[in-house]
T-cell receptor, first 115, second 113 residues
Framework: DAGVIQSPRHEVTEMGQEVTLRCKPI?????LFWYRQTMMRGLELLIY????????DSGMPEDRFSAKMPNASFSTLKIQPSEPRDSAVYFC?????????????FGPGTRLTVL | AQSVTQLDSQVPVFEEAPVELRCNYS??????LFWYVQYPNQGLQLLLK??????LVKGINGFEAEFNKSQTSFHLRKPSVHISDTAEYFC???????????FGAGTRLAVHP
């Protein structure tokens, strides 16, 4: 299995531009999670999906952030407009079920730099 | 507040020495506990997890952790570290009734020759 795939691995953009991060979960996993990692706040859960439906988006910082999962094999996290404080590493993770005992499998992350 | 606390931000250690990375959790989180490792420029990888049963949990790469309910701790240990163990280690717990992970701030383990 290829694991969780994220693209791009690195993104550098200017303030005000739209940024789209992409994720392909492990095949057969029903749950998908988006996390953000910063020095100041550590790892934070932004949103998660169950069977392509957003379940909890309470971690999404602002309306500038949006996430979609049009099908079981693809999800996007969009920031519009981007700001320098959005600079972070964004991780996607998936798990087979939503059970509390399930392991979450993480992708390699996208390092976003907003100038 | 629901929280996971990692007491050391950095732990330097010499190769082949033992190491302990400390983690405490608040009683408000569940006792489903995890340790993840993040190698440079990579995603997080599960080392081990405690769900129930034996309080001593063995994981990959020779790591183990002990769940201590009375001290609300879940410390990670390895009897002899290698240079390749240099990485950031995250303790995490499940919060709420579903698979929502709360992470500690991380401990950077630096193994020196």
């Amino acid at each position: 299995d290829a694991g969780v795939i994220q693209s791009p691995r690195h993104e550098v953009t200017e303030m005000g531009q739209e940024v789209t991060l992409r994720c392909k979960p492990i095949s057969g996993h029903d749950y998908l999670f988006w996390y953000r990692q910063t020095m100041m706040r550590g790892l934070e859960l932004l949103i998660y999906f169950n069977n392509n439906v957003p379940i909890d988006d309470s971690g999404m910082p602002e309306d500038r952030f949006s996430a979609k999962m049009p099908n079981a094999s693809f999800s996007t996290l969009k920031i519009q407009p981007s700001e320098p404080r959005d600079s972070a590493v964004y991780f996607c993770a998936s798990s087979p079920t939503g059970s509390s005992t399930d392991t979450q499998y993480f992708g390699p992350g996208t390092r976003l730099t907003v100038l | 507040a629901q929280s996971v606390t990692q007491l050391d931000s950095q732990v330097p250690v010499f190769e082949e020495a033992p190491v302990e990375l400390r983690c405490n959790y608040s009683s408000s989180v569940s006792v489903y506990l995890f340790w993840y490792v993040q190698y440079p420029n990579q995603g997080l990888q599960l080392l081990l997890k405690y769900l129930s049963g034996s309080t001593l949990v063995k994981g990959i790469n020779g790591f183990e952790a002990e769940f201590n309910k009375s001290q609300t701790s879940f410390h990670l240990r390895k009897p002899s570290v290698h240079i390749s163990d240099t990485a950031e280690y995250f303790c995490a717990a499940i919060s709420g009734g579903y698979n929502k992970l709360i992470f500690g701030a991380g401990t950077r383990l630096a193994v020196h020759p």
